[in-house]
């Protein structure tokens, strides 16, 4: 029987470098971005969103590791919204006294971090297999590199907006339309090229084509049965020749000849 | 790396066409510089030197090609000075210019394959960030400034009496004043006479790109026709809103692209529908005042997701049918010597 | 007829007036990974659509209660997403027990269900004090945008796919980014801001 090969031990520092900077969630999976392009206009709020969503991840992935791992995903998905919810509900308080700009400009989207897709797959793909020590520091690695991106992100349309820095409760607005999402969109564009370029420079074997379409483009694609699978009956399989002619499917002494009658 | 005298040649078809719409421009241009003088000569050579810069420097930088030569960014530059007002601030044509090449173009590679037309792009994120500046309208005679100017007489563009459902006669500006391009507009898109000389010219150069701004202004007009905004008549609405904004200009320049349209006329006849439906539908509810570059982006958008077709499309489809035409031929071989 | 036609207005200001996913950035990252599956694009628009009504038209209920009408808007969501849940959880045993629904479809209505969309429309009708009838149009509008969207976003992953001229620090996420962003610039045009902060 063969053994199963285990994932290669990481050190911590690794391991949080990795999981923020190289996988960066925001960067090279497009996930999580609707608070960034609704809510990280200034670096206050950018601040706030980045703890907030540490926050929501270390808590979400290492109750997931401790317990529910036996649950069906179904299931699994409900969870992680209440926990969400939960911590935001209970750090709002914190992290808007840290940041006392970013209340107001937030609107709903802080507590919208309890809907975030990054804390559900996170949580699928790592922290429901794994140890806690692993899925917080994953949770931890993941929180910093959404954060950083958040607070850069702010920073930029914070700069052009008003012209400030963390600065702006009291300053006019310049260019109004720069809170817009498509700012955002751009700057998300040019920094995701930025980290492409750091990896291919520094870390080529690393860069992985995330949206690659090659699996929809140069596949043929099965056919899906549907909802009702268990009742989906079994067809006959038959093979069109290119002289359309159907023959049935050829043994392995068939040398492939085709439409020999 | 390919070099500016590689792309600045008349081999090259991307050069040839963008030859063509060159001297289109330079047309209109003229005209724009006769109205407003200096300053409109000031701000195409912005545009146009920021649109030429850029290019050089970024397509050299990432792509490592000298792709200056070609005419498609001082194309670009002067487009976007044409559908900006004299009184623009120097930034507002930078920064379109800037937006245009850098992010409407880099990201996609070549110029043959940008999903959205570029120049559109930079006047649209212009119209966005700096609306003000984009949308107010000199009357003639003002006085400028070389780096924008604050102070200046105001004009009551057709646009405006548009949108105000005003009761405009055909002479509400004045036969010659709306042939030649003498009243209150951007610095490209008011004379009618040279817009309709640029017909001519790309009616004899490239007559197939035309079938998209027949569509354009097909729509256009039986919209006007069926849902005036004004009390005078069915007729004057029409005329009134065709040499409106920058309607005209835009079903001359900007639609009949041939990388974001359709090759085929009868496919490019729709697009140019869709285009000007979008366009009037823009104009009648939407808060921007001239809609009509924003008309060919969300074109340039919706046409290739609802109908299947991309720019690549024919290139993708010669590349998947070249093996399977391959197997074909080699099962035929085989059945044939059997 | 007026009830129709304000319905009919408050569905098209949300797909196509205010595309609420363009414009917003709601949902935005799940319409990205739905629009990978481009033979699913009705089954989720089609979720999307049902969760959105049926939650808008319950919180339109509940905020007839003096007391959740009075609520701080950070309870009020907190309430919203309780209702949200329960309501796919009764939606999945419901798929679950009665229509036997495979393994796809349930991890499928998850990501469908618990979306930051369909979070945000009781608010924004809570908030626009919007009536029976538009609220039911924004809901059905929200699902339309959603496959718009998905649409939109399948297509520019095609082209992306297929051009070999993108330069290699660009292709992939950096080009997705900078398409859906021209895409976000063209429909923003409409209102000229975003309606939410």
């Known amino acids: ?261 | ?338 | 007829m007026t009830q129709f036609t304000s319905m009919l207005t408050a569905a098209l200001y949300a797909m196509l007036v205010q595309n609420i996913i363009f414009s917003t950035g709601y949902g935005m990252s799940e319409s990205i990974r739905m629009a990978k599956r481009p033979k699913h694009f009705f089954m989720y628009g089609g979720t999307v659509t049902f969760f959105s009504l049926a939650l808008s038209l319950i919180c339109f209920f509940l905020n007839r209660i003096p007391f959740i009408f009075s609520l701080d808007i950070k309870y009020r969501i907190a309430l919203y997403t309780v209702v949200l849940l329960a309501l796919y959880l009764i939606t999945a045993l419901f798929c679950l027990k009665i229509l036997k629904a495979d393994k796809k479809f349930m991890n499928s209505l998850g990501m469908c269900a618990l979306n930051t969309l369909i979070i945000a429309l009781p608010v924004v009708d809570f908030k626009a004090g919007y009536t029976l009838a538009e609220t039911v149009g924004t809901g059905i509008g929200a699902g339309l945008a959603f496959t718009l969207s998905m649409l939109l976003i399948n297509t520019a992953m095609k082209h992306i796919h297929s051009n070999r001229y993108i330069p290699e620090v660009f292709k992939g996420t950096p080009a997705l980014f900078i398409y859906i962003s021209l895409i976000a610039l063209a429909m923003s045009c409409i209102s000229g801001q975003s309606l939410f902060v």
């Open chain 2, 1 to 338: 790396m390919q070099t500016v005298k590689e792309s600045f040649s008349f081999r090259n078809p991307i050069f040839r066409y963008n030859a063509d719409i060159f001297t289109v421009c330079l047309a209109l241009s003229a005209a724009g510089i006769y109205h407003w003088g200096i300053y409109a000569l000031w701000q195409l050579l912005i545009c146009s030197l920021t649109a030429v810069i850029s290019e050089a420097v970024a397509f050299r930088a990432v792509l490592k090609k000298n792709t200056a030569g070609d005419l498609s960014a001082l194309t670009t530059g002067m487009i976007i000075a044409l559908l900006l007002p004299v009184s623009a601030p120097f930034y507002v044509g930078i920064s379109a210019s800037a937006f245009a090449i850098l992010v409407a173009k880099l990201p996609f590679g070549d110029v043959r394959n940008t999903p959205f037309l570029p120049s559109a792009a930079g006047f649209c994120f212009a119209a966005m960030m700096f609306t003000d500046a984009v949308f107010t309208y000199p009357a003639a005679g003002s006085e400028f400034a070389f780096f924008g100017s604050e102070a200046f007489v105001k004009g009551a563009t057709l646009f405006d009496m548009l949108s105000k459902g005003n009761s405009l006669s055909l002479n509400v500006f004045g036969r010659v004043s709306l042939l030649s391009g003498d009243y209150p507009g951007a610095i490209g898109t008011t004379s009618m006479l040279l817009l309709l000389g640029g017909f001519g010219y790309m009616a004899v150069r490239h007559p197939k790109r035309l079938f998209a701004s027949a569509g354009y202004i097909l729509a256009a007009a039986v919209f006007a026709f069926l849902f005036p905004r004004v009390n005078s008549g069915r007729l004057s609405s029409v005329i009134s809103e065709l040499c409106a904004g920058g309607l005209i200009f835009t079903a001359l320049l900007l639609i009949t692209d041939p990388v974001c349209s359709p090759r085929k006329p009868d496919r490019a006849f729709f697009y140019g529908l869709m285009g000007g439906t979008v366009c009037m539908l823009l104009r009648y509810f939407s808060k921007t005042p001239d809609a009509a570059c924003f008309s060919i982006l969300i074109t340039n958008a919706l046409w290739p997701a609802l109908t299947g077709e991309t720019i690549l499309s024919k290139k993708t489809a010669e590349k998947y049918k070249k093996p399977l035409m391959k197997k074909r031929d080699a099962l035929k071989r085989k059945a044939g010597a059997e």
């Open chain 1, 1 to 261: 029987m063969k053994k199963k090969k285990s994932a290669p031990v990481l050190s911590l520092s690794t391991a949080l470098f990795k999981g923020s900077f190289v996988h960066n969630p925001v960067l090279t999976q497009i996930i999580g971005i609707c608070p960034i392009l609704g809510a990280a206009t200034t670096t206050a709020n950018g601040l706030s969103l980045a703890v907030g969503i540490t926050a929501v991840l270390i808590v979400t992935e290492a109750f997931t590791s401790l317990f529910l791992k036996k649950l069906p995903r179904w299931a699994r998905m409900a969870v992680y919204t209440f926990l969400s919810l939960s911590t935001v509900l209970i750090c709002d308080r914190y992290v808007f006294s840290l940041t006392p700009d970013s209340g107001a400009g937030l609107g709903i989207y802080f507590y919208l971090l309890s809907l975030n897709a990054l804390t559900v797959i996170r949580c699928e793909k790592f922290a429901c297999k794994t140890t806690v020590l692993n899925a917080v520091t994953d949770g931890i690695a993941a929180g910093i590199g959404y954060g950083a991106v958040a607070l850069t992100v702010g920073a930029l349309r914070e700069f052009m907006t008003y012209g400030t820095l963390f600065s702006s409760a009291d300053a006019l607005p310049r260019f109004p339309q720069a809170t817009l999402p498509f700012t955002a969109l751009v700057i998300l564009g040019f920094l995701a090229a930025g980290h492409k370029w750091l990896l291919i420079k520094f870390y080529p074997e690393e860069v992985r084509d995330t949206f690659s379409m090659k699996a929809v483009f140069e596949k043929p694609v099965k056919k899906d049965p549907g909802l009702f699978a268990d009742k989906a009956k079994a067809k006959p399989k038959v093979i069109r020749d290119y002289d359309d002619k159907i023959r049935p499917r050829h043994s392995s002494e068939d040398n492939g000849k085709g439409g020999a009658e």
